[in-house]
């Protein structure tokens, strides 16, 4: 089974047993101390398996290097802390904050995997690059903040300063990504006569055809229409 499969199936078991949880709640009444943590937990593997399938498509074509699989792992781990956690009655002060960095940094892996799958005009390379940099500063911080605890107001200013220019990055850059390919369909083209011998976005040369306009990339599974503008 491949890690992308497995990730579905732990989801979408964890998913069915919430269903069931929140179903034998309206019929039996309010849950007791057990079943909250089997839910909790039900719900920590569902985030879990979220968080990491968002990363499978940037891992898939070879992206960011390390990047996407480190930040799996990190889901996984951070997760499997917080479950440990729950289990503890949330008593384990060194164990809350070690989940806490380690979900910093997977939900900041799993944010550069989403948005390095935007194409845009190298003119506005500038924009992908300074949310990766904002990311990856911002999570540092949080991290540190959760283990050194910083006294005054001036750390959480600094944060909130980062946390509004991430927010601007990443509403343009849908934006941009979308104005690049309309750009890209409103210019006159010529279907290419043969077959393309590389993929536009890994290099490889395993390249097959679907239906003869939309070619697919063994290597990345990446499908492309290759034209000729005019």
Excluded at 6 to 16: D, G
Excluded at 80 to 98: D, K, M, P, S
Excluded at 156 to 170: E, Y
Aim: glycine residues 8%.
């Amino acid at each position: 089974m491949s890690p992308r499969k497995l990730a579905l199936t732990v989801f979408f078991t964890s998913v069915i047993i919430n269903a069931a949880l929140g179903i034998f709640a309206l019929f039996a009444g309010d849950f007791d101390e057990l079943q909250g943590k089997i839910l909790l937990t039900s719900l920590s593997v569902s985030a879990a398996s979220v968080l990491s399938l968002a990363m499978f498509p940037a891992k898939e074509r070879g992206l960011l290097g390390p990047v996407p699989t480190v930040g799996v792992a990190l889901s996984v781990l951070g997760f499997g802390l917080l479950v440990g956690l729950v289990w503890t009655e949330f008593r384990e002060e060194t164990l809350g904050r070690l989940s806490g960095s380690v979900l910093t940094f997977a939900v900041s892996a799993g944010y550069a995997s989403l948005i390095t799958l935007a194409v845009v005009q190298p003119k506005f390379f500038n924009v992908v690059r300074s949310a990766y940099v904002l990311v990856s500063v911002l999570s540092v911080l949080i991290a540190g903040s959760i283990w050194l605890e910083p006294g005054g107001d001036f750390m959480l200013r600094v944060m909130g300063v980062l946390s509004i220019l991430l927010a601007a990055a990443t509403v343009s850059i849908p934006v941009l990504h979308r104005l690049n390919r309309d750009a890209f369909s409103s210019a006159g083209r010529i279907p290419v006569a043969r077959q393309p011998e590389r993929c536009v976005r890994c290099g490889a040369t395993e390249i097959s055809t679907i239906d003869g306009n939309t070619y697919s990339c063994g290597a990345c599974q990446t499908r492309f229409h290759a034209e000729i503008l005019l």
